[in-house]
Every structure is written in structure tokens, then in C-alpha cells.
């Protein structure tokens, strides 16, 4: 399914995995929480993240009201992300999926089939 088929869908879930879905926007989101951070210090927080994939994820963020772009009209030009309100009300969602991962990260290979 393209990104866009998910803001139509009736289901609420499928509605948040398209804004969130990706292997990176949760963790950029993470990352945000409660600062404003330029470009090169986000790409450097997030280990492994290519910079395109980051300057792409960050465009669809903000495209989805998750985060704010803040451009400064200096030499060398400046530019600084954070999470608008929309945004903010995310991370209690992430703190818990790092709750979870924290409680079951050691066992994944115990884990019982339901």
C-alpha cells in the first residue's frame, strides 16, 4: 500500500502506521522528545540512519503535523527540528514501547507461541 491509501483507511491503526510505519520515525520522534535539534546532531543521535532517509522522514513528518522545520536566515544557514504538539503527545507511546523492549529484550527466545 502507498503511504497516502493509509489516511483514508477506517481503521485507526493502519491511519497511524502510515505516519509512523517506518523503521526510523518512531526513533526520530524518540529523539525529539523535549529539545530542538539541528540536522547534523539528529544524524549523528541516531545510529546506522542514513542522511537521506533522515531528511526524507523528517519531510514526511512534518508533512504530518509531527514535526516543526524551524529555518534561520544566518550564515551558515541554520536549521532546527522539534515536535509540535501533535508530536509530543507521542511520547508517552514511546516511552512505553521502550518499557516493553526494556522488560522483553533478554527474552526472545524464550517466548512461548500463544
Known amino acids: 500500500?502507498?503511504?497516502?491509501?493509509?489516511?483514508?483507511?477506517?481503521?485507526?491503526?493502519?491511519?497511524?502506521m502510515g505516519i509512523l510505519g517506518t523503521?526510523?520515525?518512531?526513533?526520530?520522534?524518540?529523539?525529539?522528545?523535549?529539545?530542538?535539534?539541528?540536522?547534523?546532531?539528529?544524524?549523528?543521535?541516531?545510529?546506522?540512519?542514513?542522511?537521506k532517509v533522515l531528511t526524507s522522514s523528517l519531510k514526511e513528518l512534518e508533512e504530518d503535523g509531527i514535526v516543526m522545520?524551524?529555518?534561520?536566515?544566518?550564515?551558515?544557514?541554520?536549521v532546527e527540528y522539534s515536535l509540535t504538539a501533535k508530536g509530543k503527545a507521542l511520547i508517552p507511546?514511546?516511552?512505553q514501547l521502550v518499557k516493553w523492549n526494556e522488560e522483553f529484550h533478554e527474552q526472545t527466545d524464550t517466548l512461548q507461541p500463544l
Open 93 to 95: 507511546i514511546m516511552c
Open 69 to 78: 522545520r524551524e529555518e534561520f536566515k544566518e550564515i551558515p544557514p541554520r
Open 1 to 16: 500500500m502507498k503511504r497516502t491509501d493509509f489516511t483514508n483507511c477506517s481503521c485507526a491503526m493502519q491511519r497511524s
Open 23 to 51: 523503521r526510523w520515525k518512531p526513533v526520530i520522534v524518540y529523539k525529539l522528545a523535549d529539545r530542538k535539534i539541528r540536522f547534523g546532531q539528529l544524524a549523528v543521535m541516531i545510529e546506522g540512519i542514513s542522511r
